[in-house]
Each structure stands twice: as C-alpha cells, then as structure tokens.
C-alpha cells in the first residue's frame, strides 16, 4: 500500500505518535501508531532506498517516507509525531549522510523530536527478543548474527556473498550449485539431484557461469537455489544434507562469536537474578524447516552448551515499533552505538542522548 500525501503538515488536531521504519531491499515498510495505543496504520513502498558515493541516501528516503508518514498519521487519527524509529539495511557500514541529515530532516518536515537509528540487524534483533541479553541469527539472502548483554552490542559476519555470510542462502545456493557442477564433471562430491534440481532452474550446466557471473543481482539468484538444496536434503540426498549441516556449523559459531559472556555456563554476572540470554532465529532462510533447523539446533548445543533458543517474537519491524514505542514512554534501555544504533534529539540540538533520557 502506498498512502497519499494529506496537506503540507501534520495536522494538530490530536495526541502525539510515532512512526517506525523498517528499509531494506524489498522498500520501506511503516507503521505509525500511539504508546499505549500500538500500532495504529500501515504502509509500505516497493522501492529501495538509494545508495550512492555519500551511502544511504537521506533525501531519497525522506521523499517516500514524508507523504507517507503524513497519510498514515491522518488515517490514525494521529496528530503530531514526535518519535520516530528507523531502521536501515546497511546503516553501519553506508550510514554517514543518514545519521547526519535525517534526524533534522524528521523534525523540520514532521516534527519529531527524538530519533533513533539502528542497523537492520539490530532492529531484527529488538523484533526477536526484545530489550533482553542473547543472541539473534538473522538470515535470508545473507547472514548476520548480533548480540548483546544491554551494555554493548556486538556483530559477526554480515559481510556480503563474497566475503562472508556464511550458512546464508547465498552461501547454501553456491555451495549447491558447487555440487551440481561437480557431479556434471564427474568429480567427488557432486550430487546428481542438485545437478538435475539446477539445469532445471538455469538451463543446461555448462551455461551456468554466463547465466550468473554478470548479473548484479548474483546473490539473490545464488539464493533462490537454497530451498532446493533443502529439499534435497529432505529426500535424503548426503551431499545437500552436508552442505545445511556446514551452514548451521557457521550460523552456531557467529552465534557463539556474540553470545553474551554472561550467559551459557559463564560464572561473573551470571548469578542469582541474572537474566539467561536466549537465542532466537529470524528471517526467510528459517522457513526451509526441518533439513536446517534439525543440524542448527544440534550445532547450536555444541557451540552453546545450556543456552536456550525461543521463537522470535515478530520480524525487523516489530522491532522498529518496539524501539518507537520505548523511546515515546522513556522506557528504552538498549545500549547505544556509533554505528549501529543511535538515539538524537533533533529539537534539542541534535546531540545524542542517553537511553530513557526524556527530550
């Protein structure tokens, strides 16, 4: 859905609300909703936000968001916003011009007062467990883990289809294809069903490289292969089975990599009326079901003895609302972070500020 623009502001008319955000590569998607009241209206865009020579692009974002914003305020019967939560796909990395200009352009074209923004995987995070220490294993296209024990936070891999995201579904799709290759060689290893599973997705094998090397979309077409190397493994093919066994050995050891110290055995911290840090999956990758959660859970066992796993709680932008709706009742408490999250008050002179302070 796509909300039209009502008017030039925000009208006056009724109590103060937030808006969340969640960007990523499928567009924006947003909820404006009121503290105590929850989520009010939705909407949503199908374009990603740009990223150029300065990363994310501020304007280009704020150019969907404000009409948006705006419509959805007034279908809320929402009268002013004064928080706003936004959660951006590559914030650490491409997240310079955002943290500098959008904060001030919130406040100037919508009024909010306080701002935070947070990297995609820190929102995933929030959406999955909360304001609570453990550890959350983000995975689609790519992979992520990130932790925290609510006084830092901390990241493993993350790092693109060609320099990481190991156990990701590009990572699962390449290796598929890998074994595909192999078996059309005649070399060990190979596996004649996902020979047969990709000539039957691309076309004849030996076209495979021309199909994919000069496609600039590579990783997302690495990754549509994944769910058939589950199903591989699913009807008892040893080599697809190997190939999730290895991606759930590398989810277990980012998972490891940001685990609260405190947690899982570790003597300091973690005595009585300590919270236990939990561990819970989010995103597309975890619908594959059983041929990668069977491995995942038993890898995570060795990795984490004693450490406990639970359903996450709702997707990365449940955790944008979460973060919104704490900000706007001064009951946020998550640790802040140059890169990957940060609270401002634009209104206040655009410093950051700490967590639950009131602006």
Known sequence: MVVEEVGDA????????FVAVDSGGSGLRVVVGAAGRGPLARGASGEPVRTGSRGIDPGHLMEQLVPMARGLA?????????????????????GDALRAELPGALARELGVRRVALAADAVTAYVGAL??????????????????????????????????????????????GLEAALRAHDGRDGGSGRLL?????????????????????????????????????????????AD?????????????????????????????????EPLVALTGGLFNMGAPLLVPLDEELAKRL????????K??????????ATDLATGSFTLPSDEKMLCVTSPAGGGGTVAPGADT
């Open 243 to 275: 190939i999730l066994r290895a991606a759930a050995r590398h989810m277990a050891d980012s998972a490891a990599a940001v685990y609260p110290e405190t947690g899982a055995g570790a003597g300091a911290g973690a005595g009585a009326g300590a919270v």
């Open 130 to 175: 909360g304001p609570r220490p453990g550890a959350v294993i983000a995975a689609g296209t790519g992979l992520i883990a990130v932790g925290t024990d609510l006084t830092g936070w901390r990241r493993a891999d993350g790092w693109g289809h060609l320099l990481g995201d190991c156990g990701g579904g590009a990572w699962i799709g390449r290796a």
């Open 305 to 312: 003895p004693g450490a406990r796993r639970v359903a996450a």
């Open 196 to 240: 047969a599973c990709a000539e039957e997705m691309f076309g004849p094998a030996a076209a495979l490289p021309g199909h994919l090397y000069p496609r600039t979309d590579r990783a997302a077409v690495l990754a549509s292969f994944a769910p058939r190397v589950a199903e591989c493994a699913a009807d008892d093919d040893a080599v697809a």
């Open 10 to 17: 925000v009208s006056s008319s009724a109590g103060p609300g």
């Open 314 to 323: 709702g997707n990365p932008l449940h955790g944008a609302v979460c973060i």
């Open 74 to 94: 007034a279908e809320a019967g929402i009268g002013r916003l004064d928080t706003a939560a936004v959660g951006a796909a590559g914030l650490a990395s491409l």
